[in-house]
């Protein structure tokens, strides 16, 4: 089993930026996983915005390229997200996944909101 803490949501204004973190349980977990952040806004289907693999390989939604940074730090058992230049139509809660075939597992965190709003 593997728990994940999702935190640094909040209210920003146009152009700002954010930094989300998720911490998993076990480091065990987390080195082998893929880890991804994921969002949901209201009346929206949940949609996959960055992923990082085991490997440091990334993956982004198109609408993020070049604005926000996926990371990992595995001495900390830590994914990151970093957000810069939002937009208003980044507004959703923000959810971590960590994915591991090998494991069987898929875990989701609780969701953090992000609010794009002046």
């Known amino acids: 089993q593997v728990q994940l803490v999702e935190s640094g949501g909040g209210l920003v204004q146009p152009g700002g930026s954010l930094r989300l973190s998720c911490a998993a349980s076990s480091g065990r977990v ?4 893929t880890m991804g952040w994921y969002r949901q806004a209201p ?3 949940r949609e996959l915005v960055a992923a ?3 490997g440091d390989n990334t993956n982004y939604a198109d609408s993020v390229k070049g604005r926000f940074t996926i990371s990992r730090d595995n001495a900390k058992n830590t994914v990151y997200l970093q957000m810069n230049s939002l937009k208003p139509e980044d ?3 923000y959810y971590c996944n960590a994915n591991s075939p090998q494991l069987a597992i898929s875990r989701w965190g609780q969701g953090t909101q992000v609010t794009v709003s002046s």
């Open 30 to 33: 987390f080195r082998i996983s």
């Open 43 to 45: 009346g929206k289907q």
């Open 52 to 54: 990082i693999t085991s």
């Open 91 to 93: 507004t959703a809660v």
